[in-house]
Nanobody, 123 residues
Framework: QVQLVESGGGLVQSGGSLRLSCAAS????????MAWFRQASGKEREFVAR????????YYADSVKGRFTISRDNAKNTVYLQMNSLKPEDTAVYYC????????????????WGQGTQVTVSS
């Protein structure tokens, strides 16, 4: 089992920045694909970004490309999401996810999930 705990959410004005962190514990290893998803109120959970185990392979949803950066520190078992130029439409609960085998963008492709952290962007 892997436990994921997100932190770093909060309230920020439009155009501001936040950095989310996701700390992994349990049967952790560097060979997990890590990803961020988000779910706005009344909407489906959607893919935001993913990163391969080495950190060299990243992929972003079009809606955040150029504004968000995903990174990881395997020595700390932590993945980050740097969010810049935030917009009100980025308001959502952000979830960290991990999987030892897959490298996808779909919710069902990830085995382990955190509890989420709220990000609210005011206009």
């Amino acid at each position: 089992q892997v436990q994921l705990v997100e932190s770093g959410g909060g309230l920020v004005q439009s155009g501001g920045s936040l950095r989310l962190s996701c700390a992994a514990s349990g049967r952790t290893g560097s060979y997990y694909t890590m990803a961020w998803f988000r779910q706005a109120s009344g909407k489906e959970r959607e893919f935001v970004a993913r990163i391969g185990w080495s950190g060299g392979s990243t992929y972003y949803a079009d809606s955040v490309k150029g504004r968000f950066t995903i990174s990881r520190d395997n020595a700390k078992n932590t993945v980050y999401l740097q969010m810049n130029s935030l917009k009100p439409e980025d308001t959502a609960v952000y979830y960290c996810a991990a999987d030892p085998l897959r490298f996808g963008t779909l919710r069902y492709e990830y085995t382990y999930w955190g509890q989420g952290t709220q990000v609210t962007v005011s206009s």
